[in-house]
């Protein structure tokens, strides 16, 4: 039998502390970035992207505005504010695609939070492409996504520990 030791508890006072050089480095290369606003973007945001990307504040700083530039073109602060409002089952091309995925949902304590984990060994991709038009996938994937995001968010702010999402199974993970 495998055992695999807990990820470190990641909190995000400390982290803040340690790492506040690079933070406003990231906050400075991002000023002026299109999409990028300092009142919305704040240290939790920039902290993300220091934590993902080591090399550097050039790595994370372009890191940051493709993602930026990504939101952008796909319009994710308009479909945010949608799935905050609805059920997933009105979600964009959720009808359409839920048959070909072995997902489950779950609500996270007492916030009531959607967490979905997806098995992609038990998704029917193959049917899914030849039965659903690529665009309605998309959709339905950008959402997931991005909800996933919402939580993540969310619970970090919450409890002050880092969580995120494992994108292997896409789940909700809390690192303690």
């Not at 970035?33 to 050039?58: K, V």
Request: net charge positive; glycine share 4%; aromatic share 10%.
């Amino acid at each position: 039998m495998t055992s695999i030791a807990p990820a470190p508890r990641l909190v995000v006072t400390e982290l803040l502390r340690e790492r506040a050089d690079e933070v406003e480095r990231l906050r400075a290369a991002l000023r002026g970035a299109r999409g990028f606003d300092e009142a919305r973007h704040d240290e939790l945001w920039l902290l993300r992207y220091t934590l993902s990307y080591p090399a550097g504040t050039a790595a994370a700083a372009s890191a940051a505005r493709r993602g930026l530039q990504w939101r952008i073109d796909n319009r994710m602060d308009d479909l945010s504010s949608t799935l905050s409002r609805l059920p997933i089952e009105s979600w964009p091309g959720y009808a359409e695609c839920r048959p070909f995925f072995a997902i489950q949902f779950y609500a996270v304590d007492s916030a009531a939070l959607l967490v979905c984990v997806l098995n992609l060994s038990g998704c029917a991709f193959r049917e899914l492409a030849t039965r659903v038009p690529m665009g309605v996938i998309l959709q339905f994937w950008r959402s997931l996504k991005e909800y996933s995001s919402l939580v993540v968010d969310e619970a970090t702010r919450r409890t002050g520990v880092v969580y995120k999402v494992d994108n292997e199974y896409l789940y909700l993970q809390k690192y303690i």
